[in-house]
């Protein structure tokens, strides 16, 4: 039997309780199922960021910008999804499942998506030119690292090559978008932190367990993928 959860570091309060259910529970197994069809339907319906007036009111407060790519290919009729591990030795969020992606240089991108796509090159050894930006997600902050972060869904016609930058990430891995809505993999806590009954999402995958932005993103995402199934 599978060991589902990881050795992530998570500052769980006493006050932290269990959440409700996911936004797909009660769907079908079948519905969960995700093709990349599904998600080239879905996300034209999709318009995300934050106004840019939060955008700088946020960053004048003393967040910084960033921009991550969620990731996408399809194998087996099947939509998977590319993750990283961050290595002990960053700065921040140290150990953590994340997304391809990282801080917004001016002096280098353009704009936030080629800050995504700066950032996977360099993190990951992804081509660029192999990626097609089919959305935008709703933009999120971090409370720990005080990001204000700009998703992007990025596709891929197949599994790509990937070579990991040491220094900046120790493994390299996809899964299933139906696995990530599995009912072992999904759940929900309720944390009275930075404020009162914030839900705090998890996915626990054998040997690792996705949570904080990266999570908060990718229920977001999923929501949006298999609504009204």
Do not use: C
Request: hydrophobic share 45%; aromatic share 6%.
């Amino acid at each position: 039997m599978e060991v589902r959860g990881g050795a992530q570091r998570i500052p769980r309060p006493q006050s932290a309780r269990a959440g409700g259910p996911a936004p797909w529970a009660g769907l079908a197994a079948e519905s969960l199922h995700v093709t990349m069809h599904d998600v080239r339907t879905r996300v034209l319906e999709l318009h995300g960021s934050a106004p840019e007036d939060a955008v700088a009111a946020a960053v004048a407060g003393g967040a910084r910008l960033a921009a991550v790519l969620v990731l996408l290919f399809e194998e087996d009729g099947e939509v998977r999804v590319i993750l990283t591990k961050r290595p002990e030795t960053m700065p921040t969020h140290r150990g953590e499942i994340a997304f391809p992606g990282g801080r917004h240089d001016p002096s280098l991108d353009a704009g936030l998506m080629e800050t995504a796509l700066r950032e996977a090159q360099e993190e990951i050894g992804l081509d660029p030119g192999t990626v097609e930006i089919v959305a935008e997600l709703d933009t999120i902050g971090t409370v720990g690292s005080g990001f204000v972060i700009s998703p992007f869904v990025g596709v891929l016609a197949g599994r790509p090559h990937l070579e990991p930058h040491p220094t900046e990430v120790v493994r390299v891995f996809d899964v299933a978008l139906s696995e990530l809505m599995h009912d072992e993999t999904f759940r929900e806590e309720r944390w009275d932190l930075w404020a009162d009954d914030v839900p705090v999402h998890f996915y626990d995958l054998p040997g690792e367990t996705v949570w904080g932005a990266t999570a908060r993103i990718l229920t977001a995402f999923l929501a949006n993928i298999v609504e009204g199934r």
